[in-house]
Structure formats: structure tokens, C-alpha cells
């Protein structure tokens, strides 16, 4: 299975609302999460089953499915938000999306 | 605390062999689903290998399959990835993070750095 995300990069201002999406090459289900990711620091699971909040985690991240295509959304983005945002699909085996990079504009 | 440490990365020449562990504390490693996920610099995560808590069931990517071998130990609540074969595009952060029952991982290492020169 092949985890399509886009974009790859995006510049962003603490406030802005932020949409990262992955597409998969065939039907998974809801079988997705979303991890945020540190330079140096280890990943952090955020949402799994497509759409529900790990424990512990902002309300302001939620995610959401259409089919084929996975969206996680930062309502509000925060100062410690700017980080790299990678899916997980967990249907066959594990594939990683390719990354999105959350820059400050 | 809950947490996962690796170790046993560093450099390596092409061809040679390297044994990672990752050590768990406030985890029993022995009744967990464990995986290893590795990010080679510049580049994004790359899930390689999984063991299910009965070890009779192991899964690796493409790309390693046949050189590296997942595997634990009970007593040392311990698990290892060895590799063999190594080539440039080996080097990377290697992972070890633990899959809930949710079939995410949930609890990550720091990660353990492996240098293949060639």
C-alpha cells in the first residue's frame, strides 16, 4: 500500500488553520494515524483510527477520512506545532506517508 | 517511567553487520508488539520490521527483508534488530516503538544512529 501526502512543506503563522492530507492507493479502512515529529526527539502518535485523539494530545489536531483520502487538521497552530507530520497506515503491514514539513512563515 | 532506550548503533563498513537493542522499562517487551522504524538523513520515517508478543509471527520491509532480523529477549525485556549486509542506504535513526492494540506506536526510543561507510 502506497501513502500519498502532500505537501511536502508549507509555511505557516501561529493562528493559521493547517491541512495536511495522504491519499492511500487502495482501501485501508480506518486503519490511519498521524504523528508529529521533532529534529532529535521521538515521533509522537497524535490521532489513530483515522480520527480519534491519542490521549493527551491538543484538541486544536483532529483528523478526518473521505474514501481513500486522510485529512489531519491544526485548528489554531501553536509555536510548538512547527514540526514534520507523517501518516501511518496500519491495514497491511505499516507504510509511512512521505511527510509534510510544517514551517514558520 | 515509560520509556524505550536504544543502542548498539555507530559505523559500520559496507557489507558488515551491527546488533541493535532497545531496552524497555515500565513495558514487558515479551507481551508487547514491538517494531523498528528507521529515517534516513533528510528523509522521512521508514517502517522496517514488526514482531507480534507470541514471536511466531515476524513481517520486515522489502528493503530488508533477508539481512536484518527482528528478535527478543524475555529476561533482558529486550528487543533487537540484526542486521547484516549493510549498505549506505542503511544509514539512518533506527527506532524502536511499541504498537498498541490500536495497531499504532504509541511509546518511541530516542533512537540509535547507524553509519554504513562504503
Known amino acids: 500500500i502506497q501513502m500519498t501526502q502532500s505537501p511536502s512543506s508549507l509555511s505557516a503563522s501561529v493562528g493559521d488553520r493547517v491541512t495536511i492530507t495522504c491519499r492511500a492507493s487502495q482501501d485501508i479502512r480506518n486503519d490511519l494515524g498521524w504523528y508529529q515529529h521533532k529534529p532529535g526527539k521521538a515521533p509522537k502518535l497524535l490521532i489513530y483510527a483515522a480520527s480519534t485523539l491519542q490521549s493527551g494530545v491538543p484538541s486544536r489536531f483532529s483528523g478526518s477520512r473521505s474514501g481513500t483520502d486522510f485529512t489531519l487538521t491544526i485548528s489554531s497552530l501553536e509555536p510548538e506545532d512547527f514540526a514534520t507530520y507523517y501518516c501511518?497506515?496500519?491495514?497491511?503491514?505499516?507504510?509511512f506517508g512521505g511527510g509534510t514539513k510544517v514551517e514558520l512563515k | 517511567e515509560v520509556q524505550l532506550v536504544e543502542s548498539g548503533g555507530g559505523l559500520v563498513q559496507l557489507g558488515g553487520s551491527l546488533r541493535l537493542s532497545c531496552t524497555a522499562s515500565?513495558?514487558?517487551?515479551?507481551?508487547?508488539?514491538m517494531n523498528w522504524v528507521r529515517q534516513a538523513p533528510g528523509k522521512g520515517l521508514e517502517w522496517i520490521s514488526y514482531i507480534h508478543h507470541s514471536e511466531d509471527t515476524v513481517y520486515y520491509a522489502d528493503s530488508v527483508k533477508g539481512r536484518f532480523t527482528i528478535s527478543r529477549d524475555s529476561a533482558k525485556n529486550s528487543l533487537y534488530l540484526q542486521m547484516n549486509s549493510l549498505r549506505p542506504e542503511d544509514t539512518g535513526v533506527y527506532y524502536c516503538?511499541?504498537?498498541?492494540?490500536?495497531?499504532?506506536?504509541?511509546?518511541w526510543g530516542q533512537g540509535t544512529m547507524v553509519t554504513v561507510s562504503s
Open positions: 501511518l497506515q496500519d491495514y497491511v503491514y505499516h507504510t
Open positions: 515500565e513495558i514487558t517487551v515479551s507481551t508487547s508488539e
Open positions: 516503538a511499541r504498537e498498541r492494540d490500536i495497531r499504532q506506536f504509541d511509546i
